[in-house]
């Protein structure tokens, strides 16, 4: 009993480290624009990655943005790639990275406030999907959450059902 306690806990430590050194791959920084956005008007999502030190996003396979699924907005798909969004990229060896360092505003990608959400504070969630490739030429594939804030104000030229 004692050692199957002690595989179990040895297991549990393991997979919180893994979980917690993923958040370190990346800095996501997310912004919406405007802060305040009315009913059946539209805004937009900035999205800008950082990888950290000494780590390099792939190319292949493409970095992947999904969305969360949001019964108040409208996105024109669920996810995005980074050739969509024209992410550029440099070679180095036999290998295409990502070429974060020039891209000061981000991504932008349009939504739309349905004409009858929530009034108040809402939130986009989703994640990025990226495989990281680190100094000694080792990778892996896994993803990163995030998310953005915004207010939803009333729209008085909508008419109520």
């Known amino acids: 009993m004692g050692r199957i306690l002690l595989v ?3 297991m549990f430590s393991f997979s ?3 979980d917690s050194s993923q958040e370190d791959l990346l800095k996501i920084v997310t912004s919406v624009k405007p802060k305040t ?3 059946g008007m539209e805004g937009e999502l900035s999205i800008k990655i950082l990888p950290v030190q000494g780590i390099k996003i792939a190319s292949n396979p493409d970095i992947r943005i999904n969305l969360n699924k949001n019964e108040n907005i409208q996105f024109s798909k669920v ?5 969509e969004l024209d992410f550029k990229t440099i070679q180095e ?7 974060f360092t020039n891209d000061e505003e981000g991504k932008m990608i349009s939504f739309k406030v349905n004409d009858s959400s929530l009034i108040g504070k809402q939130k986009l969630n989703g994640e990025v999907v990226f495989t990281a490739t680190f100094k000694d030429k080792w990778s892996v594939k896994t993803f990163q959450k995030f998310s953005a804030e915004f207010v939803s104000t009333r729209n008085r030229n909508i008419k109520k059902r």
């Open 79 to 83: 996810f995005f790639t980074g050739s």
């Open 8 to 10: 179990l806990l040895l």
């Open 93 to 99: 060896d036999d290998l295409v990275f990502y070429d």
């Open 37 to 39: 956005i009315r009913q």
């Open 16 to 18: 919180t480290v893994s």
